[in-house]
């Protein structure tokens, strides 16, 4: 046998080499909570990689008016990541269209939420238990990191959740971009132009003074609005020129944007996202705002709950319809089936 053939016949000709294909696809995991009304599917590895190398730029203070105080990344995502987060969360999370009374010097007004919202976390004096063996209480008491006495849940109203996978990671980027903590992840889904949020501040009690909250923008690009509130009139006049009127802002945010708004902004100033008119109403498509704070107390559990869960039926997207429909559990589903049985049984025959 010639040199050549014993080389040839011990070592492969690279060209012809075939790399092993090792490629094993990714399983598909979630997030599971007795609390959610269903799993919540986990973001795939790679995607939860991407999102550990954010921010993609770097935060622009906005300090120029009075009380005002904005770290603006733009963007803090990159458009195509952005897309993929964005798609992800409209298909994978719970929603909800929250209905609530507010009384007004004696009078009811029912307040339909105009836009689909959901919400996850805890306040600062508990603890998810990271045990998840079904007889162990599902939250601890923060300071001593057991179970309330009794076993006594303190959150009777509403069953906190924790934050599932495809939110956390974002979470804990926003920690390390801002050096805030937050335990908190509101998300609000804007199915098209004719869904807004009025003029508020985020100033609650139960964040503590002077607040810091984080929002990010996935999806259609809406305007972010901000106005001073109204300042009480204080001391002599000035002349004109030496007061310095606060301008209102208007930001345009686009897909991956994240404004921090911090230090005196919730005391002093007002945002909204308003409706779009005309054309521009229908054609934007939808976008999801997520919203990450720090509550300090029970209260701030049991209101985020009340406003953006509620009591009302579940929404979830639907992928064939384009549109978020009401999610009916296994249970329930068979009970409407049935219902629609009955109902057809009745009908009138007709040859
Ligand atoms: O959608 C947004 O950008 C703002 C949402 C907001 O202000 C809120 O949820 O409190
Ligand atoms: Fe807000």
Known sequence: M?????????????????????????????SHHHTYPFPIRNLPRSTLNELKSLPFSPGRQINNQPDLDLLYFKPYIPPPLAKQLFNFLRSELPFYRVEYIIKRGGTETNIKTPRFTTVFGIDETSLFNPDH?????????????????????????????????????????????????????????????????????????????????????LGASRDFLMKHKPTAPSGPPHPPQQQKQPQSLKLPLTSGDMILMRGKTQANWLHSIPKRTGKQQQHDGGRINITFRRAMVKGGTDNYYNYNVGKGPVFKWDEVAKEMKEWKTPKQQENHIQSQEQKDERKPVTT
């Open 2 to 30: 010639s040199k050549r053939t014993i080389d040839s016949f011990f070592s492969r000709d690279p060209k012809k080499k075939r790399v092993a294909t090792d490629i094993v696809e990714e399983q598909t995991s979630y």
């Open 133 to 217: 063996d079904d007889n162990a209480a599902t939250i601890l008491e923060a300071k001593t990191h057991q179970p309330y006495p009794n076993n006594i849940n303190p959150y009777d109203r509403y069953n906190p959740r924790p934050i599932p996978q495809c939110l956390d990671q974002l979470r804990k980027s926003t920690e390390s971009a801002t050096g805030y903590k937050f335990n908190f992840c509101l998300v609000n889904y804007y199915a098209s132009g004719a869904d807004s949020i009025s003029f508020h501040s985020d100033d609650e009690r139960f964040l503590g003074p002077e607040p810091a909250i984080a929002s990010f923008s």
